[in-house]
């Protein structure tokens, strides 16, 4: 089964600073209905104004997860360390209790805008602080996986995140671990079929619950730019 969430329909925020889309319940928007869904707690799309910055905060145990679309961002904790990362880079923090962490848009005159994820982090499972890598371009790359294979992000809960870069009319099919997953459409649109032969489509800043399905495959409508986060538990 397959549940669309359009852009229109998540939750928004102009602060002049800060425009953002919060397609689950997020600091002023909430929505009893829409707390995460499985492991992934947060799928936010946020645009900083040129020089803008993200204060200090303390998080919840979960890995933290930053794809710039476009500029350059900068993140510092409260242990005295900082990584810079910048479009075409895909950034992993696993936060610690007790340690606070900030962002800067470093540009003075560009804007920065990224997709962050929030995934639960496992208790028992300790991984690096700060993990990054570059985007392939490639038709589908496994961005972060429970085991950092294929060179992937190393995440401390069992998620696949794929990043997809399709051409019009190409298509892809995945094999999914189990009953969940979610795809957000970045740019472009696509229709995502399953074996059931429900069709579903998605475009700009659309996303989609995946529930239920063993396989499914896109079929890009457009240029495609997506990411599929296959939770299966």
Known sequence: MITTRTAKQCGQADFGWLQARYTFSFGHYFDPKLLGYASLRVLNQEVLAPGASFQPRTYPKVDILNLILEGEAEYRDS?????QAKAGEALLIATQPGISYSEHNLSKDKTLTRLQLWLDAC???????VQKIDLLGDKQQLLASPDASTNSLQLRQQVWLHHIELDKGERLSF?????????QSIHGTVHALTTAEEKEALTCGDGAFIRDEANITLVADTPLRALLIDLPV
Do not use: I
């Not at 094999?175 to 795809?183: E, I, K, M, S, T």
């Open 175 to 183: 094999q999914l671990h189990g009953p969940r997953a979610y795809l």
């Open 79 to 83: 242990e005295g360390n900082h990584v």
């Open 123 to 129: 208790p028992e499972r300790e991984n690096p602080p």
